[in-house]
């Protein structure tokens, strides 16, 4: 081998060891980025006649497991919908009450039932009498508490489409942009590497928001679909626009709000447009058929501002109250309304309004109301308790999944460290190669001179 040889083989082992350097000071960089994949150098060797004359470096590409990532992306949607469910109900769950913890519909219902008990025993007690109007005071207050909680919470949800929307738009511009990048690139012969890996990590964030999969086109760039098969536009067709509660999802002239079923995106119009919605369906439902109850017995105990009983339930929960006629005069939960109807008289002994409330099978104890007013807490609960299972579930698998993913794809910061303290010592042996190819020329030309 000739010394030119020599020194060409040196250099280009320099070459591609100062390659190598740089896609592994890439990864120890990335080491602790969500969704990064391993980069690695290509190198090929050469040679002439069957004899080696070096090595060329070739493009960076990743180390990733396509399928793996397919199955992270899913696990991280999933997460995410469960996520946003559970965190939503959860905040209704700490206003709802606790079933025997005294603060729970069921039981603030018990308390008034309880006391109109106690005033049966003595309807001229003014004490007792008061402390019925404030325990049903009490009662209509959680109510609209509740109702307040859930309006809050489909706010948040369809705030939260919204901004899932903006942040969708963002994330599908940046995407196309590195399509448009990537494919330049592998047209050009040049490393995308890290092109993809940026793509990967957006591509990561809108399986958040939507649970969209992503599939590789023949050119290295990528088209996203929904669950339900919606493709996501990346290449300028337009973007995605959020209005209303409930939200309404826009494509152009086109309404999509149903194509959006997984992510946090799809959580928060399911929160929003069913689940909620039910919630507070429920409670209006019990709300109206509390003040039904009670006026049928005589005594209109609860009503909206002004003293009505409403024939439909819709939005009564948020304004229901005892009735202000009751408020101003306690005794009119003996005497009943109109009390000049039912105890002429003014009888303070008179029970009959009393009587009739706790013997009804919709306000005694245990009769049909006890039940809507458990059923509501339980229902809610229930919905809570699911969401919250699901979530956890949801959350293993993602942390499973991610990393086994980085077990296969990622970083290894020990893999990376004995690579570099190998292409260190690589770098020394070629340079030492470089310095004795120059002494022998110094030599040769000694010689000939």
């Known amino acids: 081998m000739s010394i030119a040889s020599g020194l060409s083989i040196a250099n280009s082992g320099l070459a591609a060891i100062q390659a190598q350097l740089a896609v592994v000071s890439q990864n120890i960089a990335n080491a602790n980025t969500a969704g990064y994949s391993a980069e690695a150098a ?11 004359t070096g090595v060329i470096s ?26 946003t469910t559970a965190q939503s109900l959860s905040g209704i769950d700490q206003v709802m009450g606790t079933p025997g913890q005294g603060n729970d519909l069921s039981s603030l219902l018990g308390n008034l039932q309880a006391g109109f008990a106690t005033l049966l025993t003595n309807p001229a007690n003014t004490v007792q009498q008061s402390t019925v109007v404030s325990s049903a005071q009490t009662l209509a207050r959680q109510m609209n508490a509740i109702s307040s909680a859930i309006g809050n919470a489909t706010q948040t949800a369809a705030n939260g489409v919204a901004a899932g929307i903006t942040s969708l738009n963002t994330s599908l511009t940046q995407i196309g942009t590195l399509n448009n990048q990537i494919i330049s690139l592998s047209q050009q012969g040049k490393s995308t590497a890290d092109l993809k890996n940026q793509r990967d990590a957006l591509v990561q964030t809108i399986a958040s928001l939507t649970g969209a999969k992503s599939i590789l086109q023949p050119d290295g760039a990528i088209s996203l ?37 997984a992510g946090s995106i ?38 909206d501002p002004s003293g009505n009983v409403p024939s439909t339930a819709s939005g009564f929960a948020s304004v229901i109250a005892v009735n202000p006629q009751v408020a101003a005069t306690p005794s009119l939960v003996r005497d009943g309304t109109p009390a000049s109807a039912l105890n002429p008289t003014g009888a303070t002994g008179f029970t009959g309004v009393i009587s009739a409330i706790l013997s009804s099978p919709a306000t005694a104890p245990g009769g049909t109301l006890s039940t809507a007013a458990s059923n509501v807490t339980a229902n809610q609960a229930a ?23 980085s077990s296969t794809s990622g970083v290894s910061i ?20 470089v310095t004795i190819a120059q002494q022998m020329w110094a030599a040769q030309e000694a010689m000939i001179s």
């Open 266 to 303: 799809g959580a928060g119009l399911q929160l929003a447009t069913t689940t909620l919605p039910g919630l507070q369906s429920n409670l209006d439902r019990f709300a109206q058929s509390l003040a039904s109850g009670f006026a049928a017995t005589g005594l209109t105990l609860f009503s």
């Open 58 to 83: 070739g493009p960076a590409t990743q180390l990733v497991n396509a399928s793996m990532q397919a199955q992270v992306n899913a696990a991280v949607g999933n997460q995410s919908f469960q996520q």
């Open 383 to 405: 919905l809570s308790s699911n969401a919250q299972t699901a979530s956890t579930a949801a959350a293993s698998l993602s942390t499973a999944l991610t990393n086994q993913a």
């Open 414 to 433: 020990d893999q990376q460290m004995g690579l570099l303290v190998t292409l260190q010592n690589a770098y020394a042996a070629n340079a030492k190669v």
């Open 225 to 261: 679909y929904t669950p339900s098969g919606q493709q996501l536009p990346t290449a300028g067709a337009g973007t995605f626009q959020a209005s209303g509660n409930p939200p309404i999802i826009t494509l152009g002239s086109q309404i999509v709000t149903g194509t959006f079923t």
């Open 42 to 52: 290509t190198l090929t060797a050469t040679s002439v006649q069957g004899l080696g």
